[in-house]
T-cell receptor, first 109, second 113 residues
Framework: TQLLEQSPQFLSIQEGENLTVYCNSS?????LQWYRQEPGEGPVLLVT?????EVKKLKRLTFQFGDARKDSSLHITAAQPGDTGLYLC?????????FGDGTTLTVKP | DAGVIQSPRHEVTEMGQEVTLRCKPI?????LFWYRQTMMRGLELLIY????????DSGMPEDRFSAKMPNASFSTLKIQPSEPRDSAVYFC???????????FGPGTRLTVT
């Protein structure tokens, strides 16, 4: 069974601060996705990373895939209240995706 | 693009009743997934289909749960009989191809009293 561990589980910060959340596994994935879920909605895809060592930027969000394709990080610069939500990583392999338990981020104004 | 459509959005039922959740995937997507999300257990994969064929149902909690995909544009998840511990948000997701990014519906919030 492929397991993805996300840390921290909960994170509460002030607007303007930077933060990093992590997604770790002992398994290798062919690709990894990050999703954000807001209350009352389904998860929405943010990015897919495929190549080991790959870095992708989406405005203030920077995503990195580990060289061995077992882990990933999401860094948010100058967080805003609109970034509040549940961040989920999902590793793809053997057809289905394995989801982590998520990091719940609260950004206070 | 209408996205993944789920109905109903909310369902409240009494223990012992049959519940049917419905999903319409994005047109052209070949794979469909059913998930259950709770605070305690997070997002759990229940079952997924590829080209309308069930591939892995190992996440289905017990025989009270069943899922069908009679055609490429429709799937159902049925719980019979329902129990209070089935209360959760049930999501349907579809993807163009297995291993690709998934697109989620808005979910069905099920409450079993």
């Amino acid at each position: 069974t492929q397991l993805l561990e996300q840390s921290p589980q909960f994170l509460s910060i002030q607007e303007g601060e930077n933060l990093t959340v992590y997604c770790n596994s002992s398994s290798v994935f062919s690709s990894l996705q990050w999703y954000r879920q807001e209350p009352g909605e389904g998860p929405v895809l943010l990015v897919t990373v495929v190549t080991g060592g790959e870095v992708k930027k989406l405005k203030r969000l920077t995503f990195q895939f580990g060289d061995a394709r077992k882990d990933s990080s999401l860094h948010i610069t100058a967080a805003q209240p609109g970034d509040t939500g549940l961040y989920l990583c999902a590793g793809a392999g053997a057809g289905k995706s394995t989801f982590g338990d998520g990091t719940t981020l609260t950004v206070k104004p | 693009d209408a996205g993944v459509i789920q109905s109903p959005r909310h369902e409240v039922t009494e223990m012992g009743q049959e519940v049917t959740l419905r999903c319409k995937p994005i047109s052209g997507h070949n794979s469909l997934f059913w998930y259950r999300q709770t605070m305690m257990r997070g997002l759990e994969l229940l079952i997924y289909f590829n080209n309308n064929v069930p591939i892995d149902d190992s996440g289905m909690p017990e025989d009270r749960f069943s899922a069908k995909m009679p055609n490429a544009s429709f799937s159902t998840l049925k719980i019979q009989p329902s129990e209070p511990r089935d209360s959760a948000v049930y999501f349907c997701a579809s993807t163009l191809k297995l291993g690709y990014e998934q697109y989620f519906g808005p979910g069905t919030r099920l409450t079993v009293t």
